[in-house]
């Protein structure tokens, strides 16, 4: 957040003792840091002001007219978020970017550098891009919220509470590195992740689920430092929350430091950072009291939070703080020097850990070249040959074929975490001697137990955090992880939000998502996904993909794998599926393709995931009443979108003949490729498969009649023939 | 759950002492139970021996056979959730509905009767049912999970967490109700609200939310009771979470009763009921420890508890036990006779609450007039009156227009339960002299206060439980409230599961939505809902608003309000918009209708919401370039859909002229109603509104070029006249 670093939010201590051989190599830096600190408290009295005055500058900028009541509410928002943020978090900043982070502003993907999450994502402002910050400049590097796609910015957070999640996977990757290639008197991996909350993160249940799956994992790499200052948008927190959060993360297994003078006590916030650092049993909560506004007329005033500092405001802090009220946005050169150093330090601990990693790598040869593997997120060059080249004949549920597909993979390829929202028995995601991602310590009621190198997640009942979670593996470093998530299709709506975040940040997260379609049955229609799957198909830079057997799914996982910036669901079915001579793999690549050619065709048939052979069906009987369909298979729009126009009318010939589509969902946007959908258009039932199939209308003989009632209609109905018609 | 009784998940205690003076009646009561229950103790086992049997023979039912990979692991999932459920907890039930519930199964819709939900859904077995239990029976009474249609189900729960929440919500309405109507010495309104749960609820975020905010708001009619049997899916509990539940609980200010042996000490769960019925200060967390299994050979074995029963373990049960090893579902004469007086002490209470409520209405006739009116789940007659025939011409934003439409409403009708997740001054929801639903003790920090007569609630930052709560508000009793949430419409992807829940069980609940489209600017890519839409568009029983002006917001609330069985979004902007003269709101209610009308016209243009008045605009800037452009308005698919053939063809006219519709959201679905969209496919970008307006073309001379040259390019091409094109 300073202006003399290059990446503001990931800031340095200059730590140059970090290649000692105690394990965090503390001991020595906390004395270090004792006396340093305390020399200094007069410089951060300064350093406090300057950059309080920054911040009170900015909020300036914004004061100028209230246009319209739309932007009034609008500045005293952005005003609030400046007020709540910036100005109550300069010490915690301060000790975290000065003292304690380990990292190199110049080399922003430092592989062993610390990683700090901003959860409270709105405070996304950084020093250096202050007046770009909700400019109209297309490129500004300020947006309203932190981005990745910045130098130096971890995660993208913004919607509340999926930083502390994707915390949560950064301690994770941490320690699965850790315990898959540091060696003794080899560290090469060692960093701690810092996650600063503010109250409504403790509100949210993404970060609920994540907090309490922290504690279980006793991520002793963790701290979340929650910026108390008491106030949300509609008052004091109170209003709303009046739970003991200390007590409450005690009892999720967390260490708990309280931090009373969070405004000004840098010394006690470096000391408790450290301690945190150094703890070896469970993650760690900083509680940091701070004060909204702090140094402003409306400091601590829970009611007018979001109104706007005025002028007069502003000027006698400036002069309170013996600052000239007339001139802004002003850097002493004493405060330049502070934080002068951070860059050449953090040069320093990156040339250190490049020798350490040499060494390594010259006295663990094979272990050396996995983990630059690793590094340069690459995976094992054979991974294709892994997938089988052809399946069983006999019908198989494709969430069964997705095992078959990637379980060799995931044994062989560490790039894999799997995991699991409590469904192992169901989503078939466990190989051959798998190991399970725990503390080595924990002893579990049914006997199974792990250690931080297993890579199989049981995430329990938590969909949301175990997706905002992978991404946080994933965005560790790029592809160094590739984060497998499964659970039921219709269970991915929990997780939505992160779902989103994932493509949001081009992050590389799998999700095996089974039980899709109607097909699921008995658990009625709360778990059967009629609208879900138009979610995702609009969803940008996600690949939802629906295979119909074995064969397809293969392609699914081929294509998943494949698209190192893009997640992708694979939407499999609980019930067996034939296996059809005509499916191919390179088929799914282009989103859709032909499955049975008839030149002079009457009908096109789309088929799609486990409803692929009722085309197959329907086409057949259609030919014994006279009527010639073709049929292609069409697992996944956005990967046929992506072909030229020429395939596409090649695949479709939509504008020649009729098409149907059979799929048992909403039908919206099935219009672009069919004309007429045999489809669900309202929530499911409750019966058997089979039975909820029949319910619907999905039997080869009644679609079958459908298609042809719709042939003859439209041969009658001009109109109704450029109409979609639902069938 | 069980025979004798008509609903079974609602059975009672038939206390006729129940109309006495003391609040809760509770005293007399407790005496009689204690020395009922312990006479009965040898009963007890006799009744939980008979439980036990029968599922364990239901069981049996489905393990004939291992019919296919797929079917046996749908097997196991089934057994064991029998297991867990039905057997585990027969003590709990046998002291909830003999003893402790007040209910009549005989007038299921009883207002005053205890509410009861099963959270932890997947135990929906109902004794009554069990013959059809997945079956293919399309009229079943028994689905894989409750539903809300079934007589005596109070909710439709399944996906796991939500039915906390809705018992949050069904809790408070009871308080709402009782500060609003209840007078001394007639407590019309004095049921509890009992909640069961297995552990899986303990780790989905939407409970852990809603347990937060219940224990903020002290609703001590509210009981949890926790059927800790340790077991998940994927192995015992802890594999997953060794937190410190029951200091987890009190830390978010709730009391705690441990119950050690929850299979068969029914006295001592009576007792605890009784006790937390009781509480007078804070929501009660009943922890009772039960053993999967009980009685079968894989009792509390956590790795075996998917297996299933086998016909040798089943006969050994009832030997053990004392039964007749060949007999099945034997329900002896005393056991039915332990049961039988319930529905007779049900219709005692049913009558004794009418002679109250009539007396009520005697002694306070407008109260009386007023609490039967919502009973009868009716808003003021006159409800329509209160919303302005007209609006000011200056440009308004939508989520301001919603406050002028239905604050108006809000206030006059106390029907309406007015929600917000922290967004207060954002979405415009605050009437005059609102009070805040709030615990009336609370002191807070801001000095903002209220008590339970309130009608404005503060959720915090739980927009996922603040929408699963207002589900069960509704849920209290058709119609009695309207729950309105707010939050921005990004946020509702947060909240989807509930807002999903809502619409599956047909309750009316209102979401305010704002901040829609890219126009709300500066938050960026994270909160500029590109594909949010096509999930609520394509969700069953739902409609999705998007109004243009305050005129069309008047409509989009009277289709709201007049859709008993249906809840809405209104979806609206953040920015301000012009006031169109010809928009109507009785064309909000057909779901589009034809703004500018033109003959001969070349072009149909579809405007949406915010970006309805680009529609006029480029319409206007066509005809200077002697295009003749047609404009409609389309707020809701779903209303639209609704019409006539012949209305919906005399608005498109999509067979005769292409049609480009403007929205900028993924387009997927407007191909049914248009052949062109300028439309946004990627996320959106951190800029001002207007600024991403012009990043992404909706700048009027922009569109009509766009629409000029589309029109051009169809001329000469046939094939792309009949393709949906993206401009």
Not at 80 to 107: C, E, N, Q, S
Not at 198 to 207: I, K, R
Not at 502 to 515: D, E, F, W
Request: proline share 5%.
């Amino acid at each position: 957040m300073y202006m003399e670093t290059k990446t503001p939010q990931v800031n340095g201590t200059g730590h140059t003792d970090y290649g000692n051989n105690t394990v965090n190599g503390l001991k020595q830096e906390e004395m270090i840091e004792e006396s340093s600190v305390q020399r200094l408290s007069s410089e951060h009295d300064l350093v406090l002001k300057t950059f309080r005055l920054l911040i009170a500058d900015l909020c300036q900028q914004f004061g100028g007219g209230h246009p319209g009541y739309a932007e009034y509410w609008r500045l005293r928002e952005v005003k609030a978020d400046f007020d709540r943020g910036a100005i109550g978090m300069a010490a915690i900043g301060t000790a975290l970017w000065k003292y304690v982070m380990r990292y190199a502003p110049h080399t922003p993907d430092y592989f062993n550098r610390d990683r700090f999450v901003l959860s409270n994502g709105y405070k996304a402002m950084t020093f250096d891009q202050l007046k770009s910050y909700h400019s109209d400049r297309v490129d500004a590097l300020c947006p309203g919220h932190p981005e990745i796609e910045h130098e130096g910015i971890e995660v993208t957070t913004g919607p509340l509470g999926q930083g502390v999640a994707n915390a949560v996977g950064l301690a994770m990757a941490t320690k699965n590195l850790q315990a898959t290639y540091n060696r003794p008197d080899f560290d090469v991996v060692s960093n701690h992740t810092w996650c600063m909350i503010g109250d409504a993160c403790l509100q949210e249940g993404v970060a609920l689920e994540a907090i309490s799956f922290g504690g279980h994992l006793k991520l002793n790499n963790l701290t979340i430092i929650y910026d108390n200052n008491q106030i949300t948008c509609d008052g004091s927190v109170d209003l709303t929350n009046t739970e003991d959060v200390n007590a409450k993360m005690r009892a999720c297994g967390w260490d708990v430091i309280d931090i009373e003078d969070g405004c000004f006590d840098v010394e006690g916030i470096v000391d408790a950072l450290n301690k945190a650092r150094a703890s070896t049993e469970k993650p760690t909560f900083i509680n940091v009291r701070t004060i909204i506004g702090i140094g402003s007329a409306v400091a601590g005033d829970a009611v007018a939070h979001g109104a706007a500092f005025g002028a007069a405001d502003v000027a006698n802090m400036k002069k309170m703080y013996g600052f000239n009220a007339e001139e802004h946005f002003v850097i002493s050169e004493q405060v330049r020097k502070f934080f002068e150093d951070i860059p050449a330090k953090g040069e320093q601990l990156v040339q250190t850990w490049d020798k350490k990693v040499r060494e390594y790598e010259a006295r663990y040869p094979e272990l050396g070249a996995d983990f630059r593997r690793r590094i340069e997120g690459r995976l094992p060059e054979n991974w294709k040959d892994l997938v089988p080249s052809s399946f069983p004949e006999k019908p198989t549920a494709t969430r069964a074929s997705s095992g078959l597909v990637f379980n060799p993979i995931a044994q062989q390829c560490n790039n894999f975490m799997v995991g699991t929202a409590d469904l192992s028995p169901s989503v078939n995601m466990i190989w051959k001697g798998k190991v399970d991602f725990q503390h080595p310590d924990l002893k579990t009621t049914c006997g199974i137990t792990g250690n931080y190198s297993g890579r199989y997640i049981h995430y329990g009942v938590r969909e949301h955090a175990m997706c905002a979670i992978s991404n946080g593996l994933a965005a560790f470093a790029p592809n160094t992880f590739v984060p497998i998530t499964s659970s039921f299709f219709m269970f991915y709506l929990y997780a939505a939000p992160a779902v989103r975040m994932g493509a949001l940040q081009h992050l590389q997260v799998i999700h095996a998502a089974t039980h899709d379609s109607i097909g699921m049955g008995e658990d009625g229609p709360t778990h059967q996904p009629i609208e879900l799957a138009n979610l995702y198909r609009a969803m940008p830079n996600l690949l939802y993909i629906r295979p119909g057997d074995s064969e397809e799914t293969a392609g699914a996982w081929i294509a998943a794998i494949e698209a190192k910036h893009t997640p992708t669901i694979i939407s499999t079915s609980r019930h067996v599926l034939p296996q059809l001579a005509q499916t191919r793999r390179d088929g799914v690549a282009k989103g859709a393709y032909v499955l049975e050619e008839v030149d002079d065709a009457d009908v096109t048939l789309i088929g799609v995931g486990a409803e692929l052979s009722f085309a197959v069906e329907v086409a057949k009987e259609l030919r014994g009443r006279d009527i010639k369909a073709r049929v292609i298979s069409f697992p996944c729009w956005r990967l046929f979108e992506a072909q030229p126009l020429e395939y596409k009318r090649h695949v479709l010939r939509k504008h020649r003949i009729p098409s149907v589509v059979i799929e048992p969902y909403a039908p919206n946007g099935w219009e672009r490729y069919a004309s007429a959908a045999i489809c669900v258009k309202r929530f499911g039932h409750s019966l058997p498969g089979k039975a909820a199939y029949r319910y619907f209308g999905f039997e080869a003989p009644v679609m079958t009649s459908k298609v042809e009632e719709y042939l003859g209609k439209i041969r009658a109905d001009d109109i109704l023939r450029q109409e979609f018609v639902e069938l």
